[in-house]
Nanobody
Framework: QVQLVESGGGLVQTGGSLRLSCAAS???????MGWFRQAPGKEREFVSR????????VYADSVKGRFSISRANARNTVYLQMNSLKSEDTAVYYC????????????WGQGTQVTVSS
């Protein structure tokens, strides 16, 4: 069982930056890690994904060029650096862990709120 705890969310103005962290209760170096978000009244959507060793990353078109995912396996932590934030980035952000192949995720965190105000 892997427990994931997100942190780093908060209130930021348009154009600002935040860095989200996702700390795992155990080693996650064998898992692909992902970030998702869910805005009020909308379905959860994919944001980004990183391979177990960090050599491969994927981004949703909506965040490409503004967000950056990284991981520190020695600290069992995954990060999401978010720059040039827009009001449409407002959502609860979740991290998830899953098998290295495919796009399924087995473990999910509780989420952290990100609010971007104009």
């Amino acid at each position: 069982q892997v427990q994931l705890v997100e942190s780093g969310g908060g209130l930021v103005q348009t154009g600002g930056s935040l860095r989200l962290s996702c700390a795992a209760s155990t080693r996650t170096s064998m898992y692909a890690m992902g970030w998702f978000r869910q805005a009020p009244g909308k379905e959860r959507e994919f944001v980004s994904r990183i391979s177990p060793r960090g050599g491969s990353t994927v981004y949703a078109d909506s965040v490409k060029g503004r967000f950056s995912i990284s991981r520190a396996n020695a600290r069992n932590t995954v990060y999401l650096q978010m720059n040039s934030l827009k009001s449409e980035d407002t959502a609860v952000y979740y991290c998830a862990a899953g098998p290295p192949m495919g796009m399924e995720y087995t473990y999910w965190g509780q989420g952290t709120q990100v609010t971007v105000s104009s």
